[in-house]
């Protein structure tokens, strides 16, 4: 799994032009501090899908 999440942080580096630094965290901890993490709720609302499912991203958060 790392050597892919490096494979696509390199891409969107190279795509957008900024740095980019991959936030990994699991299910349960989205779950359990989505309502408190204001990141999450901000990735939710404006955060572009490079990988998984968006909707289910944004149910898990609660947007």
Not at 1 to 18: I, N
Not at 26 to 41: E, F, G, K, Y
């Amino acid at each position: 799994m790392f050597d892919e999440v490096a494979s696509l942080t390199d891409d969107v580096t190279t795509w957008t032009g900024h740095d980019t630094r991959p936030l990994i965290l699991r299910s349960d901890d989205i779950r359990d501090s989505a309502d408190r993490n204001q990141v999450l709720a901000d990735i939710a609302r404006d955060g572009i899908t490079r990988y998984g499912d968006a909707q289910n991203f944004r149910r898990m958060v609660g947007a």
